[in-house]
């Protein structure tokens, strides 16, 4: 352990990128690596669980000696092992868990376990150091959809959810149902930028109810309907108006959004409100979020695009702070790939 810093090794391998950092007291990142499996899973046009945890087992080793190597520090400073220990597949989690205890044991270093929605919470509280709860957090990723109420530091009231896909796997069906390969949202943003959004009307389940819930599985199969009709009626010469149809989507997708960021605000009377996620990179959803932020007087936090998807810095943070409120795991740790958080409401 070192003398006074007080140094976390952050490590996450929940889904497709194998990810470490080491992170200086409770929000400072010294480091991070990060190998994405994109390139592997592409051709499958979503991610493939068994061959993401061979690829975690073949990154896992040189991207720790990358860390060291770039942070210029040596594992005997490393004063905390924080490993994400769920929700995500079950074996991708088992090779970070598994590593972290054999580190934790090899190196006789304290050992906690994070989850990863909490993780992806502390990505606004490391990217915004003001933040402070309460604050609402719109999770939005390829699996969660969810917005959250933290009431503190591991204090998380879950508001509401999907009832099916989360936003980022309705990126990533449509992006396959039209040939755009995986991950399916930056290609569609990109695509869309050249669309017009108002093109196809493409539905917005559950907008009018009065829960905080979404539904993106019929907007999935809607725009499978439609390329379907589209290239069976041969239109504009067989030539898919891809730019329209992603335009059309991503604004169906933000205003689900945008629609229960408005009721959980209504709701709860907090106008703290935090994003993060892989789909919080998505500048439709950043831009509304900021411009009816100002016009309403919502204090809204935005985390720079590196804090949007998976990282180890967040998990860093996330165990930093479960750690110092006297969370502690043992050589017994082992994933949950449900594990839930939430505290009831009432
Ligand atoms: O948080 P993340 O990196 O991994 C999970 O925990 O799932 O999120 C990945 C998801 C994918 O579904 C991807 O298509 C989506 O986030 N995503 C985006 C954008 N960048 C990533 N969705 C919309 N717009 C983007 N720019
Ligand atoms: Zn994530």
Same mark, same amino acid.
């Given at each position: 352990m070192s003398g006074g810093k007080f140094i976390t090794l952050g490590i996450e391998t929940s889904c497709d990128d194998t990810a470490l950092a080491l $992170?200086? /007291?409770? =929000? !400072? %990142?010294? &480091? !991070? +690596?990060?190998s994405s499996q994109i390139a592997d899973h592409s051709p499958f @046009? /979503?991610?493939v669980p068994e061959l993401a945890s061979r690829k975690h087992q073949e990154a896992f080793l040189p991207l720790l000696g990358a860390l060291f190597e770039g942070a210029g520090m040596t594992p005997a400073e490393v004063s905390l092992i924080a490993v994400t220990a769920g929700p995500g597949l079950m074996g991708s989690l088992l090779v970070g868990v598994m590593a972290a205890k054999a580190l934790a044991q090899a190196w006789e270093t304290p050992l906690v376990g994070v989850n990863h929605l909490e993780g992806h919470i502390f990505a606004n509280i490391l990217a915004h150091p003001r933040l402070e709860p309460p604050f609402l957090? $719109? *999770? +939005?990723? /390829?699996?969660h959809t969810e *917005?959250?109420?933290a009431r503190g530091e @591991?204090? &998380? $009231?879950?508001?509401g959810a999907t009832r099916d896909d989360a936003a980022g796997e309705a990126y990533d069906k449509a992006a396959k149902a039209l040939g755009l390969g995986y991950p399916g949202g930056p290609v569609i943003?990109?695509?869309a930028r050249d669309g017009n959004a108002a093109a196809f009307d493409f539905p917005v389940a559950l907008k009018d109810t009065k829960d905080v819930e979404f539904s993106f599985s019929g907007l999935k199969t809607s725009l499978r309907t439609t390329v379907g009709k589209l290239r069976e009626s041969g239109a504009a010469g067989g030539v898919l108006p891809v730019s329209d149809i992603c335009a059309s989507f991503q604004r169906a997708v933000t205003e689900s959004l945008m629609r229960k960021v408005r009721?959980? *605000?209504? #709701? %709860? /009377?907090? #106008? =703290?409100?935090?994003?993060?996620g892989g789909v919080a990179a998505n500048s439709s959803l950043r831009g509304a979020l900021a411009s009816e932020g100002k016009i309403k007087g919502w204090d809204v936090f935005i985390p720079s695009l590196k804090h949007c998807t998976d990282n180890a810095a967040m998990i860093a943070a996330a165990g930093y702070s479960a750690f110092m409120r006297g969370e502690r795991s043992d050589l017994s740790l082992t994933p949950d790939p449900s594990w839930e958080i939430w505290e009831t409401a009432g």
């Open positions: $992170l200086e /007291g409770p =929000r !400072d %990142t010294v &480091y !991070d +690596v990060i @046009g /979503g991610v957090c $719109l *999770i +939005v990723s /390829g699996g *917005i959250v109420l @591991g204090k &998380y $009231l879950l508001l943003e990109r695509m009721l959980a *605000i209504k #709701k %709860t /009377g907090i #106008k =703290r409100i935090a994003v993060s």
